[in-house]
């Protein structure tokens, strides 16, 4: 049976922008799952994967306000555990009075349009986190134009993105995510919703050497793996295409976006919500 690390952080006094910054760190560095806790909240990894050294190294603790104190500590759990874990934190997400984001067990709202069933396990996206929040919102704004539409989702984790897209009107989405985890979650998600749209693969940006053009890509990773891929998504945007990026905060998008019109891609726009954001750029 497969274990994981379970990582227990406590934010004293508890700040959720605090917390949410040290989640984005943790999912730069193979962290999948989380919990919110009353004092911060739980962080979950491979075993094999677990380094106490790289958690010591977060920039994060180089960067904290003298007035707050993070203190951890580490748990081996079963498979089995998270899962039950994840279910007694786990509620529903609204955004924006549009889409409910739920899992199997809570009752469906008929009166939101979107519903996405999320039974995200390990993989990172559910929706709580700023960073996916603001790309569901992106879709939503960019339904009218997504409708018929290739769509590739970049770290596509739970599925989550490549979920919305397909309710969005996508005639296709294909998700790559480098962990095998994401890649059964991200199956198990779509069956769910009951898609047949939507095709994963396991691997990195390398895989789109394989692939045609898309005409929307959307990258919810992090600010280094945007810059050092970025190049890749350009190569494979469709004149008239849409690149749509998340997974960094408000000071990193000046370098985002001089790298995106570097390669000739038009700023569309931004959303931002906890110092996260989320931007949208346009290849005439």
Same mark, same amino acid.
């Given at each position: 049976? /497969?274990? =994981?690390?379970?990582?227990?952080?406590?934010?004293?006094?508890?700040?959720?922008?605090?917390?949410?910054?040290?989640?984005?760190?943790?999912?730069?560095?193979?962290?999948?799952?989380? +919990?919110?806790?009353?004092?911060?909240?739980?962080?979950?990894?491979?075993?094999?994967?677990?380094?106490?050294?790289?958690?010591?190294?977060?920039?994060?603790?180089? *960067?904290?306000?003298?007035?707050?104190?993070?203190?951890?500590?580490?748990?081996?759990?079963?498979?089995?555990?998270?899962?039950?874990?994840?279910?007694?934190?786990?509620?529903?997400?609204?955004?924006?009075?549009?889409?409910?984001?739920?899992?199997?067990?809570?009752?469906?709202?008929?009166?939101?349009?979107?519903?996405?069933?999320?039974?995200?396990?390990?993989? =990172?996206?559910?929706?709580?986190?700023?960073?996916?929040?603001?790309? *569901?919102?992106?879709?939503?704004?960019?339904?009218?134009?997504? /409708?018929?539409?290739?769509? *590739?989702?970049?770290?596509?984790?739970?599925?989550?993105?490549?979920?919305?897209? +397909?309710?969005?009107?996508?005639?296709?989405?294909?998700?790559?995510?480098?962990?095998?985890?994401?890649?059964?979650?991200?199956?198990?998600?779509?069956?769910?919703?009951?898609?047949?749209?939507?095709?994963?693969?396991?691997?990195?940006?390398?895989?789109?050497?394989?692939?045609?053009? =898309?005409?929307?890509?959307?990258?919810?990773?992090?600010?280094?793996?945007?810059?050092?891929?970025?190049?890749?998504?350009?190569?494979?945007?469709?004149?008239?295409?849409?690149?749509?990026?998340?997974?960094?905060?408000?000071?990193?998008?000046?370098?985002?976006?001089? /790298?995106?019109?570097?390669?000739? *891609?038009?700023?569309?726009?931004?959303?931002?919500?906890?110092?996260?954001?989320?931007?949208?750029?346009? /290849?005439?």
């Amino acid at each position: 049976m /497969k274990t =994981f690390t379970e990582v227990t952080f406590h934010i004293s006094p508890f700040s959720e922008d605090i917390a949410d910054a040290l989640i984005g760190e943790l999912g730069s560095v193979r962290y999948d799952g989380f +919990a919110y806790t009353e004092d911060g909240f739980k962080a979950y990894i491979g075993t094999p994967d677990f380094r106490e050294e790289v958690i010591n190294r977060l920039a994060l603790f180089q *960067l904290l306000p003298e007035e707050y104190r993070i203190s951890w500590e580490k748990a081996e759990i079963a498979d089995q555990d998270w899962n039950k874990e994840w279910e007694e934190h786990f509620t529903p997400i609204v955004v924006k009075n549009q889409i409910l984001v739920r899992a199997g067990f809570h009752a469906p709202r008929p009166e939101i349009p979107y519903e996405i069933i999320i039974e995200p396990k390990m993989s =990172f996206g559910t929706g709580h986190h700023s960073t996916t929040a603001l790309m *569901l919102e992106m879709i939503l704004d960019s339904a009218a134009e997504i /409708k018929g539409k290739e769509v *590739l989702d970049m770290g596509c984790g739970t599925g989550i993105l490549s979920i919305m897209a +397909a309710k969005a009107g996508a005639a296709h989405i294909t998700g790559i995510d480098i962990d095998e985890w994401s890649f059964h979650n991200a199956m198990e998600n779509i069956r769910n919703n009951g898609l047949e749209n939507i095709s994963i693969k396991i691997g990195d940006a390398g895989l789109l050497a394989e692939e045609k053009g =898309f005409d929307f890509i959307l990258a919810n990773i992090n600010r280094n793996i945007l810059l050092e891929d970025m190049h890749h998504y350009i190569q494979h945007l469709t004149p008239g295409g849409y690149l749509i990026m998340s997974g960094f905060y408000t000071q990193d998008l000046p370098l985002i976006r001089q /790298k995106a019109e570097g390669y000739g *891609l038009r700023f569309q726009g931004e959303k931002t919500e906890n110092n996260w954001v989320a931007a949208s750029f346009y /290849k005439q």
